[in-house]
């Protein structure tokens, strides 16, 4: 009898110090873009949402799932499509980072804006903290880059005028914008950071954004 008192006094103590322990925090992150979301040209486990999403698990001791809605070659219009029909619920983290091809298609920056309001409008409803879950990524400069060469000069001032429009948007709605080309221009002259097919980042680059937009996203508390 006195041992299966013991016993039974054995387990209800086990399962109250396992009740003690701190429990694993669950997030989702959705990741909206095209083929520098996906990481064009590399293992999915490379693209720079997925490796946010490791060194969030590492850094912070959580569990990340993540949905990724991207696909090679998309503008602003297929993503906003294809988030109606495939993003359920709602998200702890919503990253958006969408417009190199519709500024290489068209370049028509009144068009632009217009359409970028409306994908930040998109992007706040799956964001279960609103403007504070959000956050956009800009364009990459591909200027930098073996395709940008040859009239990189244009390029690069036209992408501009891109991204400070997607700025301001950002501004006007209380939405962290990050900026990853102080980093991506490293990418002029350097192999290494190129994937295989000459045109997207390598693994080695994604881990460089990666570490900006981690850092931007502790400093801003979109993440504790």
């Not at 990340?64 to 998309?74: D, F, L, N, Y």
């Not at 956009?136 to 992408?159: A, C, F, R, T």
């Not at 102080?182 to 990418?187: A, E, F, L, M, Q």
Request: aromatic letters at 10%; a positive charge.
């Amino acid at each position: 009898m006195k041992n299966i008192i013991l016993l039974f006094s054995s387990i209800l103590f086990l399962l109250f110090f396992l009740n003690l322990q701190p429990k694993e925090k669950n997030i989702k992150y959705l990741a909206l873009g095209d083929g520098y979301t996906i990481g064009e040209s590399l293992k999915p486990e490379n693209s720079w949402p997925n490796l946010l999403a490791t060194k969030l698990e590492a850094e912070n001791k959580i569990a990340v799932e993540t949905k990724i809605i991207a696909k090679a070659g998309w503008e602003i219009e297929n993503v906003m499509n294809h988030l109606k029909i495939h993003a359920k619920g709602k998200y702890d983290i919503v990253s958006i980072m969408i417009g190199i091809n519709d500024y290489s298609s068209s370049n028509e920056i009144l068009k632009f804006k217009l359409k970028f309001e409306k994908i930040i409008e998109m992007g706040l409803q799956p964001s279960k903290y609103g403007e504070k879950g959000l956050f956009v990524i800009s364009l990459p400069d591909y200027s930098y880059s073996p395709k940008g060469q040859g009239n990189s000069k244009k390029i690069h001032n036209e992408i501009l005028i891109f991204n400070e429009a997607i700025e301001a948007i950002c501004l006007k709605n209380n939405i962290l914008y990050i900026d990853i080309n102080d980093v991506y221009k490293r990418t002029k002259g350097n192999q290494d950071y190129l994937a295989p097919n000459k045109i997207h980042p390598s693994k080695t680059m994604y881990d460089l954004w990666v570490n900006v937009i981690y850092k931007s996203l502790l400093d801003n508390k979109i993440i504790d």
